[in-house]
């Protein structure tokens, strides 16, 4: 939140802060009032949908997802991307399919879209009318907070209750520091840099009908307090960075995908190596 504003500093030691410290303080006094209002005359609605699914990784880098547990009926699949920046000997290529079990072995897939942003864009509307700036921002700024907050609660009713492979209570200092087994990767962000995986992940969920979450053209979300992702729960996942990527595996994904090579370019630019 304080890193919206350009205020850099860990919460709550930001407001002892010799440099920002006041400002933060300001700011934190401000959010909370904000807050209490969004609270209280009820400006936003949140909205969210999960679902997990029976899946097996094939072919090294894709995984698929049935709707059986017997795996016989493919009703999606997800493709993923493998590091291929030179690493020291012994160092694994990973993908995020490695955390999904092959054919033979049963396993599963999560998926996920919340959003707190329903709401948001007429209360902008309104301050930026009253010429209020500020508040404008500090609301954006508190429902892209709300829809973080609503996604990693998500994936706690999901890990102790859905799909129930955790049971652990965790403190806020744990769950901040993510100490929880599983992970959550966003399509778009570096464990799975392809922004056109999310049409499949929202097909799948039927997001838009459950959460009114739509996607632009660019495959961003509207409205823009939303989070969408896959869920592992493979003891051993972890983050990481797919980073950049050679011509071999582009060809290699946009074959899979059934699209050509110069379209699969253009959504991974910033991840070409050539």
Same mark, same amino acid.
């Not at 936003?44 to 899946?55: E, F, L, N, T």
């Not at 290529?93 to 999560?110: M, R």
């Not at 930026?128 to 700024?141: M, P, Q």
């Given at each position: 939140?304080?890193?919206?504003?350009?205020?850099?500093?860990?919460?709550?030691?930001?407001?002892?802060?010799? !440099?920002?410290?006041?400002?933060?303080?300001?700011? +934190?006094?401000?959010?909370?009032?904000?807050?209490? *209002?969004?609270?209280?005359?009820? &400006?936003?609605?949140?909205?969210?949908?999960?679902?997990?699914?029976?899946?097996?990784?094939?072919?090294?880098?894709? !995984?698929?997802?049935?709707?059986?547990?017997?795996?016989?009926?493919?009703?999606?699949?997800?493709?993923?991307?493998?590091?291929?920046?030179?690493? $020291?000997?012994?160092?694994?290529? !990973?993908?995020?399919?490695?955390?999904?079990?092959?054919?033979?072995?049963?396993?599963?897939?999560?998926?996920?879209?919340?959003?707190?942003?329903?709401? %948001?864009?007429?209360?902008?509307?309104?301050?930026?009318?009253?010429?209020?700036?500020?508040?404008?921002?500090?609301?954006?700024?508190?429902?892209?907070?709300?829809?973080?907050?609503? $996604? =990693?609660?998500?994936?706690?009713?999901?890990?102790?209750?859905? &799909?129930? +492979?955790?049971?652990?209570?965790?403190?806020?200092?744990?769950?901040?520091?993510?100490? +929880?087994?599983?992970?959550?990767?966003?399509?778009?962000?570096?464990?799975?840099?392809?922004?056109?995986?999310?049409? =499949?992940?929202? *097909?799948?969920?039927?997001?838009?009908?459950?959460?009114?979450?739509?996607?632009?053209?660019?495959?961003?979300?509207?409205?823009?307090? $939303?989070?969408?992702?896959? +869920?592992?729960?493979?003891?051993?996942?972890?983050?990481?960075? %797919?980073?950049?990527?050679?011509?071999?595996?582009?060809?290699?994904?946009?074959?899979?995908?059934? =699209?050509?090579?110069?379209?699969?370019?253009? &959504?991974?630019?910033?991840?070409?190596?050539?």
């Amino acid at each position: 939140f304080f890193m919206a504003w350009e205020l850099a500093g860990k919460f709550p030691r930001i407001l002892e802060d010799e !440099i920002v410290g006041k400002q933060a303080k300001q700011l +934190y006094a401000d959010a909370q009032k904000m807050l209490d *209002r969004i609270i209280k005359e009820q &400006w936003i609605q949140a909205h969210g949908v999960a679902g997990i699914w029976p899946a097996n990784t094939v072919n090294d880098d894709d !995984i698929e997802l049935y709707a059986d547990a017997a795996c016989t009926k493919v009703i999606g699949t997800t493709h993923t991307m493998r590091q291929q920046s030179k690493k $020291a000997p012994g160092v694994p290529y !990973i993908a995020l399919s490695d955390f999904i079990a092959p054919k033979g072995s049963p396993d599963f897939l999560g998926g996920f879209a919340v959003s707190a942003g329903h709401g %948001v864009d007429e209360r902008v509307k309104r301050f930026e009318a009253a010429h209020d700036d500020y508040s404008a921002i500090l609301v954006k700024a508190l429902a892209d907070r709300l829809a973080e907050a609503f $996604a =990693e609660k998500l994936h706690e009713i999901v890990r102790e209750e859905l &799909w129930g +492979y955790e049971a652990a209570p965790f403190t806020n200092e744990q769950l901040i520091k993510e100490e +929880y087994q599983g992970i959550r990767p966003a399509p778009g962000y570096p464990a799975c840099p392809d922004h056109t995986e999310k049409p =499949e992940l929202f *097909r799948l969920l039927d997001a838009t009908k459950h959460t009114g979450i739509t996607l632009t053209e660019g495959l961003a979300m509207s409205p823009a307090a $939303a989070v969408s992702g896959w +869920y592992f729960a493979h003891p051993r996942s972890k983050y990481f960075g %797919v980073g950049r990527v050679a011509k071999d595996q582009v060809e290699d994904l946009a074959r899979r995908k059934g =699209e050509s090579a110069e379209w699969m370019e253009r &959504w991974l630019g910033s991840n070409l190596a050539y």
